[in-house]
Each structure stands twice: as structure tokens, then as C-alpha cells.
């Protein structure tokens, strides 16, 4: 909007408030890394106007109009503040709301006047969705600008959730086709952002996980990002690890499937005296390893049974073998398949 005034549960205040300690999340340390970067003022201008574009607002004041940029972090709010001082001179001031209720957050403003100035300077009109073209000519620009624009809104989740999910929440549907144009614009990474609604906010987001660790190098988080990728690979590790075990015990389970049904025939013919109808030496060598083996794997059987016979014996002829005791069990049954 073009003017946006103090909801009616903020008061203004000047100076700053020291925030009793919380747990960080992973978002806001990945905004106050960026905001602890050392940045030329050719990547502080389109990070400002980034920001400026998607979280800016006019507030009037006795004063004139004042350009204010909120944020829940003070961090934040330092970059910016040092930013526009950078830039614009002195006439920036620094303050802060807080918001009642239950949660009673803090927000910083960066109150700077000269609004229509500042917005001018930066390409920014806030009710366009346009880029400011004249500031994006390259894609550091392009990279600074996203930065700006996810130090607004921008929230991704912490690696050691159960989903991956990076966005940045804005107001307009045509803002935010346009950020995401911009992000999937990049030659550095192949992006693919989409945008979806949520409630009354178009959301820009992107999930699979290599495009958001990609994501936050690319607009300077780089700790960040080797944080996240030391968990998901620790995370990746852990599935694997759990897969593998799945899959060993659905393997013991068809192995001693097996086995018993192996004994069984083989007691068969122990039990009815039919034993010399197997004429083969090697399937018989087979069946007396196994009554002593009950638990071997085929691997196992067939080392032993290749120690045995002095010949190599291969996993997959112990395969064959014990097929063939299943059809000459069948055959003394009666059975005819």
C-alpha cells in the first residue's frame, strides 16, 4: 500500500529496547547473517530497494512523510539504518513498536525522510509491481535485490524439520510472479520457484532442497547454507541408514522363509525314506549343509558347499539346486504343478 499507519496495538517509540533472550530460528539466522555482510553501496541500493519493494511503507509524521522499513529483527534493521545513512545522509532515525497481545514481539523501524526521494532513487513505486531496471544490471544486482526482498519476507524452514520449504510471503499476486520470474531468471542455478496463494498472501517458495541451499549462497548466506546441507546430509545419511536396515531384515525374513520351508522338504525325505530318489551327490552334499546350516544365507551354502565338493559352487547354482529339491518334493507328494 501506499500509505500504511501504525496498527492501533503498535506504539511508536524512539531508541532501541534490549529483547530478552530467545531461541533462533534458522530464518532469522539466515537474515542476520546477510545483515552482518560487508556490502559496497552498489549491493546496499538494490538490497534497499529490494526491501523497500516488498515490506516499505509511508508514514506520515509532523515532520513530512517518512519512509518506514520494519523489521522483527534488530540486525536487520542495523543494515538497514547504516544503509540509508550510507547513501541518503542523516535524515534517518531509528525506533521501535511493539506489538500487544499474547506474543508481544518487538518490531524495529527505520524511519527515513525524503520518502518520495528515496523511493525514487531506488526504482521503487509502491504500487507497481515493476523492477527497478535501471538498478538490476547484473546479476550481483539481481542477487542483492532478492536479499533484500527475503530479509522482508523472506522465511525458510530449519533443515532438521521433516520438510524442506523456503519463501517469501508478499502482498500481491503480480509482485509475486515477478520476484519469482526473478529468481528463476538466475545463470548461476536452474531455479524453479513457483507461487501459490495462502490466505490473504501470494506466496513465492521453493522446495526441493538443493535449489534452497542454492538459493542462500545465492543471495550471500553461505554459513548458512553449509549448515543446512551438513544436516540434510546427516539427515539423507540417517534415512539411508534406516532403508538399509529395512531392507536387511526383509532379506533375514525371506532367508529364514526360505530355509524353513527347505528343512521341511528335506525332513521329508528323511522322515518317508525316499532320499536315494535324489541320484544328484551335489543336491544331497546341499541338503545335509542346510540341516546343519539352518540359518546360512545362499552366499554361505555356497562357500561351504564348494569347501566340500573341492569345486566352485556359485550363489546362484545353490539357487538352482534347491528349486530342484522343491520339484522332487513335489513330484514324492503326488503333486503335479
Known sequence: PLLRLPPRDEALHGGEEVVGASPVSFALQVKEEISSLSLPEEALRPLLSGYAKCAGSIRMSSSGNELDLVSESSKVAKLLYGAISSIYGSGVRFAYSKMMGFSKRTRFHVLAKEADYILSDLGVDLLSPSLPKGLLTDEKDEQSYLAGCFLARGSVNDPHSSSYHLEIALDS?????????????????????????????????????????????????????????????????????????????????????????????????????????????????????????????????????????????????????????????????????
Open 173 to 337: 499476486e503480480k509482485l509475486a510472479s515477478v520476484v519469482s520470474s526473478l529468481i528463476n531468471h538466475s545463470k548461476s542455478f536452474p531455479f524453479n520457484s513457483r507461487v501459490a496463494k495462502r490466505r490473504q498472501q501470494w506466496i513465492v517458495y521453493l522446495k526441493r532442497a538443493e535449489q534452497i541451499s542454492s538459493f542462500l549462497t545465492y543471495i550471500g548466506a553461505t554459513a548458512s547454507c553449509l549448515y543446512f546441507e551438513q544436516i540434510r546430509v546427516d539427515r539423507d545419511f540417517a534415512n539411508l541408514g534406516n532403508r538399509f536396515n529395512n531392507l536387511d531384515s526383509a532379506n533375514m525374513g525371506k532367508t529364514l522363509g526360505a530355509s524353513k520351508r527347505q528343512l521341511d522338504e528335506i525332513a521329508h525325505f528323511d522322515v518317508h525314506g525316499t532320499f536315494p530318489k535324489i541320484e544328484s551327490e551335489k543336491l544331497r552334499a546341499l541338503m545335509a549343509i542346510r540341516k546343519q546350516n539352518p540359518d546360512a544365507t545362499l552366499s554361505e551354502l555356497s562357500a561351504l558347499l564348494s569347501e566340500q565338493l573341492n569345486t566352485e559352487v556359485s550363489k546362484s547354482n545353490v539357487n538352482h539346486l534347491f528349486r530342484k529339491l522343491h520339484e522332487l518334493y513335489l513330484q514324492d507328494n503326488g503333486d503335479a504343478e
